[in-house]
């Protein structure tokens, strides 16, 4: 069993700039960050597997980060110039137990473990 912790979600203004954590409590290979606003379905945000490659949506592409701290097993994702678009119930996700990939998957099916979720709300 897996175990994702998410924190750091808020309310920030537009142009500002929020980090997010997810704690796993194992190791994991590839992991990423999701997002769905109301109404609308689940995006991947960005993804990042163990040698340290990275996936962005086209929407948060040099405005968003992802990385890890793999000792602590736990995932970031930096976000900057925040807008309104960006607000969502954000989501930690983890791909364990299953073939791992060198190129982090972006679709939600290639993930079987998620986290709570946590509230991001950009006001203009």
């Known amino acids: 069993e897996v175990q994702l912790v998410e924190s750091g979600g808020g309310s920030v203004q537009a142009g500002g700039s929020m980090r997010l954590s997810c704690v796993a409590s194992t190791y994991i290979y590839n992991m990423g960050w999701f997002r769905q606003a109301p109404g609308k379905e689940r995006e991947g945000v960005a993804a990042?597997?163990?040698?340290?490659?990275?996936t962005y949506a086209d929407s948060v592409q040099g405005r968003f980060t992802i990385s890890k701290d793999y000792a602590k097993n736990t995932l970031f994702l930096q976000m900057n110039s925040l807008t309104s678009e960006d607000t969502a119930m954000y989501y930690c996700?983890?791909?364990?137990?299953?073939?791992?990939?060198?190129?982090?998957?972006?679709?939600?099916?290639?993930?079987?473990?998620w986290g709570q979720g946590t509230q991001v709300t950009v006001s203009s």
């Open positions: 996700a983890a791909r364990f137990g299953l073939a791992a990939s060198n190129i982090p998957p972006m679709r939600a099916f290639d993930y079987n473990y």
């Open positions: 990042i597997s163990n040698t340290g490659t990275t």
